[in-house]
């Protein structure tokens, strides 16, 4: 397979502790991206990297969460001291940049998070 | 980007064509429709984009008006894995190295499908 793919794809932690989720993108796509999305909603953007650059943060992004992208190839989200609110599902996502205008994100099956 | 309008629920018959429609009556020359679907507890799922023209692939057709201020995805032949939430997502076509990038997600239209 291809695709993205998250780990874990489902995480249960007590409040108070640090979590990391992993996500390894499509081979050789340089942009990458996390989303967060809690029941009901759609999707909402956290942050973004293009190579090993984070280009773009969130307001949703709090100072305990922090994302890494160290080779340009995978990614870890980390959130530390973990509450209730950070209950939700994870997505990660990645396209090819190119000097065009189109870019195609393609998205990852999410890890979910809960929070007790 | 553009905000979107889309029904909240739409129910179709297996085996009709399902017709989503958007609205987006202020978007730009320089911005995308796309169109995403989740089916449940999964990653979204890229389905088509277009600029003005129709366009067509394996998945659906989207139609877009002439005005381009709304469209419609078009889902030949329904089956049961066809149900899902469908997004139309409007985004702006290349402007720069840096910005804009991100997908704004509306709530979307929940599709089912019926046998």
């Known amino acids: 397979d291809t695709g993205v793919s998250q780990d874990p794809r489902h995480k249960i932690t007590k409040r108070g502790q640090n979590v990391t989720f992993r996500c390894d993108p499509i081979s050789e796509h340089n942009r990458l991206y996390w989303y967060r999305q809690t029941l009901g909603q759609g999707p909402e953007f956290l942050t973004y990297f293009q190579n090993e650059a984070q280009l773009e943060k969130s307001r949703l992004l709090s100072d305990r969460f922090s994302a890494e992208r160290p080779k340009g190839s995978f990614s870890t989200l980390e959130i530390q001291r973990t509450e209730q609110g950070d209950s939700a599902m994870y997505l990660c996502?990645?396209?090819?940049?190119?000097?065009?205008?189109?870019?195609?994100?393609?998205f990852g099956p999410g890890t979910r998070l809960l929070v007790l | 980007d553009a905000k979107t309008t889309q029904p909240t629920s739409m129910d179709c018959a297996e085996g009709r064509a399902a017709n989503l429609p958007c609205n987006h009556s202020?978007?730009?020359?320089?911005?995308?429709v796309y169109w995403y679907r989740q089916i449940h507890s999964q990653g979204p799922q890229y389905i088509i984009h277009g600029l003005k023209n129709n366009e067509t692939n394996e998945m659906a057709s989207l139609i877009i008006t002439e005005d381009r201020k709304s469209s419609t995805l078009i889902l030949p032949h329904a089956t049961l894995r066809d149900t899902a939430v469908y997004y139309c997502?409007?985004?702006?076509?290349?402007?720069?190295?840096?910005?804009?990038?991100?997908?704004?997600f509306g709530t979307g239209t929940r599709l089912t499908i019926i046998p």
């Open positions: 996502a990645s396209s090819f940049r190119t000097s065009g205008s189109g870019e195609t994100q393609y």
């Open positions: 202020t978007i730009s020359g320089n911005e995308y």
């Open positions: 997502i409007v985004r702006l076509r290349f402007i720069s190295n840096f910005g804009n990038e991100k997908l704004t």
